[in-house]
């Protein structure tokens, strides 16, 4: 029994689907499909019709096109006529968008009486543009309509090249001005005689521009002098050809010409700076070309002007600089290379300095430092002279501590500030004390505590910390003291020139008693302070 009933559903369920099917295609077939009632758009009485849909336009009236074609080119053919028709109706735009509820609007211009009538009727729009004079103004209401489109577009530009901030004209093949903007017209009047009476055709103001097209690479440099102006008015022009006639365009140029009348002078003056330079000078741009060179750069480099010139690149001016040994010669070209890819990259980043000692025994300090835009400056510094200084002041400090160290009496220096400055072997190995193993400064308050601990007490190192602190006229003085270990030493401070102090300590020979210590003043004043 149950079985009966599912297949007695099945059965209800599959003949329901098949009737609604048959019902469906007797309706699609048998009934008349709906259209929308349109006239034929040729048949229309109004002669300036759209038809749109959305804003795609389906169809138009021969004279409807007519007036699409006056309208910008670059647009599509709905914003296209809302821009065409937005001087006379401004709410057009707005309105138009409420057709689909609104199902028809008019508009209507008040000073010419035109309108505008849009109508919604099944998903399509209806635009009519009619006359103020009505419907019946006959075949004329076209061209009217045309002619207010073009006298529009043409006042709107007249206004923009008239408002343009530069000279615009034409010249025909002969060069004589056959029409101009306003700007133009301005400058004429400036520089002539009657400005109330300018003739036809207008002067050709730029003389120094060639008749016809410019075939030279724009832009020209064109100048004029104005009366009652100290200097002249300066452009840029550009032409464009149009057939047997040159359109000029001429830009303003007068603050491009400060500008560059400004860097031009800075150069020479940087120039005329680097020509006195005793330093070499290489600024290579951001192609690594040699851009700028000075003379002192041929004296240091030994390279010829002419090489120079030519604008090499960092890796040939390197290379004739390896070529001419004005720098260090390197162990392989490999490495050679590697190394001036190395310098480059740390030019790059301000960070290359160096020296170089090369094969004639002359020294070159090398810096690179990176420059706007890319380009690396590098300075060559002949320190050959310095470096000799340098070597034989220490030649010379060499010499001096030697023969401190020949001498028997334990010297130690003082400086006006109190720092152990100098002392010599004996000294160090007195009292076991060497101020150049140590980064901190030996003042005379660390040096006396020293002494102290390795002698009987005594007021001397208290006198010579005073001594060394004084700033007044000093003498030299002398005093012995006892060591720990039975040794007795006489002490000798002596004021050197710059307020520095000599302390030297020798072995005393004698048997003498030191029950209270002794203290010498030398009656000679010292020459130093």
């Given at each position: 029994?149950?079985?009966?009933?599912?297949?007695?559903?099945?059965?209800?369920?599959?003949?329901?689907?098949?009737?609604?099917?048959?019902?469906?295609?007797?309706?699609?077939?048998?009934?008349?499909?709906?259209?929308?009632?349109?006239?034929?758009?040729?048949?229309?009485?109004?002669?300036?019709?759209?038809?749109?849909?959305?804003?795609?336009?389906?169809?138009?009236?021969?004279?409807?096109?007519?007036?699409?074609?006056?309208?910008?080119?670059?647009?599509?053919?709905?914003?296209?006529?809302?821009?065409?028709?937005?001087?006379?109706?401004?709410?057009?735009?707005?309105?138009?968008?409420?057709?689909?509820?609104?199902?028809?609007?008019?508009?209507?211009?008040?000073?010419?009486?035109?309108?505008?009538?849009?109508?919604?009727?099944?998903?399509?729009?209806?635009?009519?543009?009619?006359?103020?004079?009505?419907?019946?103004?006959?075949?004329?209401?076209?061209?009217?309509?045309?002619?207010?489109?073009?006298?529009?577009?043409?006042?709107?530009?007249?206004?923009?090249?008239?408002?343009?901030?530069?000279?615009?004209?034409?010249?025909?093949a002969t060069g004589a001005v056959r029409w101009a903007n306003a700007a133009y017209v301005n400058l004429v009047r400036r520089i002539s005689e009657s400005p109330g009476a300018i003739g036809w055709p207008l002067p050709r103001l730029f003389d120094q521009r060639p008749i016809g097209p410019d075939m030279a690479e724009p832009p020209r440099r064109l100048s004029i002098t104005v009366p009652n102006c100290e200097e002249p008015l300066w452009f840029d022009s550009y032409d464009e050809a149009q057939e047997d006639d040159t359109l000029i365009f001429a830009l303003p140029?007068?603050?491009?010409?400060?500008?560059?009348?400004?860097?031009?002078?800075?150069?020479?003056?940087?120039?005329?700076?680097?020509?006195?330079?005793?330093?070499?000078?290489?600024?290579?741009?951001?192609?690594?070309?040699?851009?700028?060179?000075?003379?002192?750069?041929?004296?240091?480099?030994?390279?010829?002007?002419?090489?120079?010139?030519?604008?090499?690149?960092?890796?040939?001016?390197?290379?004739?600089?390896?070529?001419?040994?004005?720098?260090?010669?390197?162990?392989?070209?490999?490495?050679?290379?590697?190394?001036?890819?190395?310098?480059?990259?740390?030019?790059?980043?301000?960070?290359?300095?160096?020296?170089?000692?090369?094969?004639?025994?002359?020294?070159?300090?090398?810096?690179?430092?990176?420059?706007?835009?890319?380009?690396?400056?590098?300075?060559?510094?002949?320190?050959?002279?310095?470096?000799?200084?340098?070597?034989?002041?220490?030649?010379?400090?060499?010499?001096?501590?030697?023969?401190?160290?020949?001498?028997?009496?334990?010297?130690?220096?003082?400086?006006?500030?109190?720092?152990?400055?100098?002392?010599?072997?004996?000294?160090?190995?007195?009292?076991?004390?060497?101020?150049?193993?140590?980064?901190?400064?030996?003042?005379?308050?660390?040096?006396?505590?020293?002494?102290?601990?390795?002698?009987?007490?005594?007021?001397?190192?208290?006198?010579?910390?005073?001594?060394?602190?004084?700033?007044?006229?000093?003498?030299?003085?002398?005093?012995?003291?006892?060591?720990?270990?039975?040794?007795?030493?006489?002490?000798?401070?002596?004021?050197?020139?710059?307020?520095?102090?000599?302390?030297?300590?020798?072995?005393?020979?004698?048997?003498?008693?030191?029950?209270?210590?002794?203290?010498?003043?030398?009656?000679?004043?010292?020459?130093?302070?």
């Open positions: 029994m149950g079985m009966f009933d599912l297949s007695l559903g099945l059965v209800l369920v599959v003949s329901s689907f098949g009737t609604a099917a048959v019902a469906l295609y007797l309706m699609g077939h048998l009934m008349p499909s709906r259209k929308v009632s349109w006239t034929p758009i040729e048949q229309m009485g109004e002669r300036v019709v759209f038809l749109f849909r959305d804003k795609e336009l389906v169809d138009a009236t021969p004279d409807a096109r007519a007036l699409l074609e006056t309208g910008a080119g670059f647009l599509e053919e709905w914003p296209r006529l809302i821009a065409l028709l937005e001087d006379r109706f401004p709410s057009l735009a707005v309105e138009i968008g409420k057709l689909g509820e609104a199902q028809w609007i008019e508009l209507t211009d008040p000073e010419t009486g035109d309108r505008v009538e849009a109508e919604w009727r099944g998903g399509l729009a209806r635009i009519v543009l009619i006359s103020g004079t009505g419907a019946q103004a006959g075949a004329r209401e076209p061209d009217r309509l045309h002619q207010e489109a073009l006298a529009s577009e043409l006042k709107t530009l007249r206004g923009v090249v008239d408002d343009a901030p530069m000279l615009v004209w034409k010249e025909d140029a007068d603050k491009l010409v400060k500008a560059e009348t400004s860097l031009r002078e800075f150069v020479q003056t940087l120039t005329k700076t680097f020509a006195h330079l005793p330093t070499g000078l290489a600024v290579f741009d951001r192609k690594r070309r040699l851009a700028l060179f000075n003379p002192a750069l041929t004296d240091l480099s030994g390279l010829e002007p002419v090489f120079l010139s030519s604008r090499p690149s960092l890796f040939e001016f390197l290379d004739q600089l390896r070529d001419s040994r004005r720098m260090p010669e390197p162990k392989n070209y490999k490495t050679w290379r590697r190394q001036i890819t190395d310098l480059e990259s740390a030019a790059s980043t301000g960070t290359y300095q160096e020296t170089w000692y090369l094969p004639s025994g002359q020294t070159f300090r090398v810096t690179g430092r990176p420059h706007p835009d890319g380009a690396l400056a590098f300075l060559f510094e002949d320190i050959s002279a310095e470096i000799a200084l340098t070597r034989r002041f220490r030649s010379e400090l060499e010499l001096g501590q030697s023969v401190l160290d020949a001498v028997d009496e334990a010297i130690a220096v003082f400086s006006s500030a109190g720092v152990m400055i100098l002392s010599n072997r004996a000294y160090r190995e007195m009292w076991d004390h060497d101020p150049d193993a140590s980064l901190a400064d030996t003042g005379v308050v660390q040096a006396t505590a020293l002494w102290q601990t390795l002698c009987h007490p005594t007021p001397v190192w208290g006198d010579l910390r005073d001594f060394v602190g004084d700033g007044g006229e000093r003498a030299e003085w002398t005093a012995e003291v006892r060591r720990l270990d039975g040794k007795r030493l006489t002490c000798r401070f002596t004021p050197l020139t710059g307020h520095a102090t000599l302390v030297g300590f020798s072995h005393v020979q004698s048997h003498r008693s030191l029950a209270s210590p002794s203290k010498i003043w030398v009656k000679v004043p010292a020459t130093g302070r």
